[in-house]
């Protein structure tokens, strides 16, 4: 494909019907290594596969080249659909669309989802994303509505510990520096965006929980629903817990901060190895 001139950052605004640009994607061994160097994860885990992870970030960086902001941006949810392994490598076209926009009471949610195509026409992997676009003024002033704990909702219940991990600011930083979302960098414009310090990448809790789900081996087929409902913070210890199904698989998986909420969970609908 291609490459054509990308315009400047912040010129585009998400619309309701908007398609983006298509490109082309091509996850190396080294950049793979270099991501896992930050989330403290050994590359050999997976071999020749690519961890999608990755595919997430691609459709960040979508919206990025389509010269849309993603200053100040927060992921909500991810879904991947996985139909047959990614190796290292291989190069795909990347297809994605906004499906939706909604009114937040700390700025807008825009709903897009994407297609990873081969030279075939095959898709071996489809994503969504739902990202919350955050409003400086708005996020300020928004103070949330605590909620009373539920021990039946509560996503890590009958959960058991399968990993701890050790945010280091110096590597949050580094894992998001070919986005330019300063939230997760700079102490400044965290707290402009209302955080106490900068947070982490909600993609490193991806890391982390793809990590668990690739214990024996990668996944070669997967769908699986990650939320992202707090934040975390860049100094944070983290634990990493997993409930497992009759047949032993993963079936839902949380990360839980230093006070013991949870930050992230996952839902496994379908794994395959």
């Known amino acids: ?28 061994a080294a950049e793979q290594a270099r991501k896992f160097a930050c989330c403290d994860i050994d590359p050999a885990l997976y071999g020749d596969r690519a961890d999608i992870t990755h595919y997430a970030l691609a459709g960040i960086m979508t919206a990025k080249r389509a010269g849309v ?3 100040g941006s927060v992921h909500m ?21 906004v499906t939706d926009i909604q009114p937040n009471p700390r700025g807008r949610v825009v709903a897009s989802e994407f297609a990873f195509v081969r030279p075939d026409g095959s898709v071996p992997l489809r994503t969504e994303r739902g990202s919350l ?8 002033a928004h103070t949330p509505k605590r909620k009373k704990t539920v021990a039946a909702n509560d996503p890590a219940a009958g959960m058991e510990s399968v ?12 894992y998001s520096d070919e986005a330019d979302n300063r939230i997760h960098s700079d102490p400044a414009t965290a707290r402009e965006f209302g955080f106490r310090a900068p947070i ?3 993609l490193m809790a991806v890391r982390f929980m793809m990590e668990a789900l690739a214990r024996p081996a990668p996944p070669v087929r997967l769908d699986a ?11 944070e210890a983290l634990d990493i817990r997993a409930r497992y199904d ?11 901060k230093e006070d013991g909420r949870v930050a992230n969970d996952c839902v496994v609908a379908d794994i395959a190895y």
Not at 133 to 140: K, N, Y
Not at 168 to 173: F, H, T
Request: proline share 8%.
């Open 77 to 97: 949810m991810q879904r991947f659909i996985l139909a047959e392994p990614i190796m290292l490598g291989e190069t795909l076209t990347i297809r994605g669309r």
């Open 163 to 174: 990993g701890h991990k050790q945010l280091v600011p110096e590597k949050v930083a580094a």
């Open 1 to 28: 494909m291609t490459e054509t001139a990308l315009p400047p950052a912040g010129s585009v605004t998400y619309t309701p019907d908007m398609v983006f640009p298509e490109w082309d994607c091509t996850l190396t």
């Open 69 to 71: 902001s993603i200053n």
């Open 225 to 235: 629903t990650i939320r992202f409902r707090r934040p975390m913070f860049w100094d």
């Open 133 to 140: 676009l955050l409003d400086a003024e708005a996020a300020r």
């Open 200 to 202: 982490a990448a909600g």
């Open 246 to 256: 009759p047949a032993d698989h993963i079936a839902a998986l949380a990360v839980l």
